[in-house]
């Protein structure tokens, strides 16, 4: 558990979560194959193939040709999509869909580095229409995502304009650690793939998260942390303390309930006496 607060006369610091299977328990583009069918974006058998390949995904993770087949795939499938209904929809069903796949783990790894003083930015391959309203939702400072070419009828052209993957997603660390003042060598960074190894070796605390083989190999040989994240849990649920509340809800919980002790044995006390009396 994180428990330093940082000394903001040092250079600034971020966490940087990969968000599939780190800080959800799925895929975020597909999970949402089932709302662009019901808005008529894809059809049955589009449905069925993004459900099969979200199976996959689970089952065994993505490795580099895994993950090319499935963005050509998406690229292709999204093609023609009117961008506006895709944020529509993703806005209509963020919470159904996403809120129930926070992992709780991560949720409070978020919270922990924000109360020390750090950035959190979430740096993924899906898109920014679902990866954008996923970061706000779990009140991340900055999005990192891939990007598609929009045409001028407000549509997908098929074309990726930028692709947040492998050695690009470290780029994106080092370029946000220039403009921010980030210092890499203090920072946090937390993936379950191996493609986000470039990543990882960006920071000066790594952790692999849920790892895949090849990530677990490359972090018990680099002492890395490995973390275990498997508690799905609803924001709201946290919030309203069916989960462990945040470490300052307890002790104002805690002051209020010595403060009332102390004015029942006052009470009590003056009662005695006066009843003595």
Known sequence: MLRVVENHSLPRTAAFFDLDKTVIAKSSTLTFGKSFYQGGLINRRAALRTAYTQFVFLAGGADHDQMERMRQYLSALCRGWNVQQVKEIVAETLHDLIDPIIYDEAASLIEEHHTAG?????????????????GELLGADRVVATRMVVGDDGCFTGEVEYYAYGPTKA???????ESE???LSRCYAYSDSVTDLPMLECVGHPHAVNPDRALRREALARGWPILDFHRPVRL????RGFS???RPALAVAAAIGAAAATAGLVWYANRRRSTVA
Do not use: F, H, N
């Not at 709201?236 to 919030?239: C, E, G, H, N, T």
């Open 118 to 134: 750090r950035d959190v930015v979430i740096v993924s391959t899906s898109g920014a229409e679902v990866v954008e309203p996923i």
């Open 171 to 177: 780029e994106a660390v080092r370029e946000l650690a």
């Open 181 to 183: 003042g980030y210092d």
């Open 236 to 239: 709201k649920q946290r919030i």
């Open 244 to 246: 462990v509340p945040p």
